[in-house]
């Protein structure tokens, strides 16, 4: 029997911030908008969500949503997350104001959010 190998890589591996204010693609290679934050659950040592901000102009009235992790897949040649799902379920997804964030902690929240992309909760 041929012992186990290590792994020698991590595989992706990027930084929040070369992601962090980039623009966001769907698989069609739409244009969606671009992130503003990407949220961490620090007690599970996972990220949790990407926010998105989208549907404004020059910055104003942009509606902000946020988006389960497990939504995106990651183009690492152009460092940018590709949304895995239709532009449409975008448009309808539950969003907030930048002035007025839902708590993300929120286990509730993040089950419909989860759940709106068609995913599980990793927690769950």
Known sequence: MTPVQPEK????????????????VNYKGEDLGKIEEILIDLDRGRVAYAVLSFGGFLGMDDKLS??????FSVDTTKKQLVLNAAKELLEKAP??????????????????????????????
């Open 95 to 124: 969003g907030f104001d930048k002035n007025d964030w839902p708590d993300m902690a929120d286990l509730s929240l993040g089950s419909t959010l989860y759940g709106y992309y068609g995913y599980k909760p990793y927690w769950a």
């Open 9 to 24: 890589t991590l595989g992706i591996v990027l930084s929040g911030s070369s992601l962090k204010g980039g623009k966001m």
């Open 66 to 71: 946020t988006i389960a992790w497990q939504a």
